[in-house]
């Protein structure tokens, strides 16, 4: 069986500070006084959620959703399922989607494909990370950082929910003694 290994550290906690508080702060300017409804995509997306959120200076309400993409494998299964819905209707209300990671889009544009259909006055995302020339700029407002294509754990980012608390984002490596498997 193959096992993995926390490798490089690609962003910092000083790192991860710094650019929420700027997007919080841009956030904060575009929204104005409008009730924002943030939408935190779960499990991934909670750490960046909270400190992003604490930082607005807007008036905002929490809501999640959790959907089912990578099970516990690093690639894509191709297969996204609903796995707890909202708790408030999105008729009408400004509603800003809080994503983890963007890597394919594939479980973002089926997240936005839903939620569109719901009649929202407007929908926006703010991802932490997305790996770049994937094709996902138009769905994504904000972005933390790019990231080159390598798998990610730490600040919410898991492998079959492992490592999600480190304080940091780093590089998962292969362990040397599955080198050449
Ligand atoms: P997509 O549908 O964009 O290919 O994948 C999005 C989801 O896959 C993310 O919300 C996240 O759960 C997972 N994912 C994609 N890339 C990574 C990664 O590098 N590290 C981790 N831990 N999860 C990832």
């Known amino acids: 069986m193959t ?7 690609l962003i910092t906690g000083e790192d991860l500070r710094e650019r929420v508080s700027e997007l919080a702060a841009e956030i904060s300017r575009e929204y104005g006084d409008s009730n924002v409804l943030v939408l935190g995509v779960l499990k991934g997306a909670i750490y960046f959620m909270a400190d992003l959120t604490r930082e607005l200076d807007i008036p905002f309400e929490l809501d999640f959703m ?5 099970g516990s494998s690093t690639t894509s299964s191709g297969v996204v399922r609903i796995l707890k819905d ?8 400004r ?3 809080i994503e983890d990671i963007v890597d394919s889009g594939l479980t973002l544009s089926y ?11 407007s929908l926006e995302v703010c991802a932490l990370l997305a790996k ?45 003694s599955d080198d050449g498997l």
């Open 66 to 70: 959790a959907v089912s993409s990578y």
């Open 132 to 176: 770049p020339g994937r094709g996902h700029d138009q769905l994504v407002r904000y972005v933390g950082f790019e990231i080159p294509d390598v798998f990610v754990v730490g600040y919410g980012l898991d492998l079959a929910e492992a490592w999600r608390g480190l304080p940091y984002i780093a590089r998962l490596e292969k362990t040397p």
């Open 111 to 121: 997240l936005l494909k839903n939620l569109a259909s719901r009649g929202p006055e």
């Open 86 to 93: 909202l708790d408030t209707p999105i008729a009408g209300r």
């Open 95 to 97: 509603v800003l989607v």
């Open 3 to 9: 096992s993995y290994r926390v490798g490089e550290t």
